[in-house]
């Protein structure tokens, strides 16, 4: 669970960057990035979240 957050942090603005640099150019493509990046963190947080919370359970 740990090494989706991670992976994503990685991969979630690549794709950003290429998806939104074939739609939209140079803007997009910097867009892109941007959003990819929001979403990873929002990810990873959300999986720390959980973890922590899994941990306190014990």
Same mark, same amino acid.
């Given at each position: 669970? !740990? &090494? !989706?957050?991670?992976? &994503?942090? #990685? #991969?979630?603005?690549?794709?950003? @960057?290429?998806?939104? %640099?074939? /739609? =939209?150019?140079?803007?997009? =493509?910097?867009? %892109? &990035? !941007? @959003?990819?990046? +929001? +979403? &990873? /963190?929002? #990810?990873?947080?959300?999986? %720390?979240? =959980? /973890? +922590?919370? !899994?941990?306190?359970?014990?």
């Amino acid at each position: 669970m !740990i &090494a !989706i957050g991670c992976l &994503a942090l #990685i #991969i979630l603005p690549l794709l950003g @960057l290429a998806l939104g %640099g074939m /739609l =939209a150019g140079p803007d997009g =493509a910097t867009w %892109g &990035a !941007i @959003l990819g990046l +929001v +979403v &990873a /963190l929002g #990810i990873s947080g959300f999986m %720390g979240y =959980a /973890l +922590v919370k !899994i941990g306190r359970r014990r």
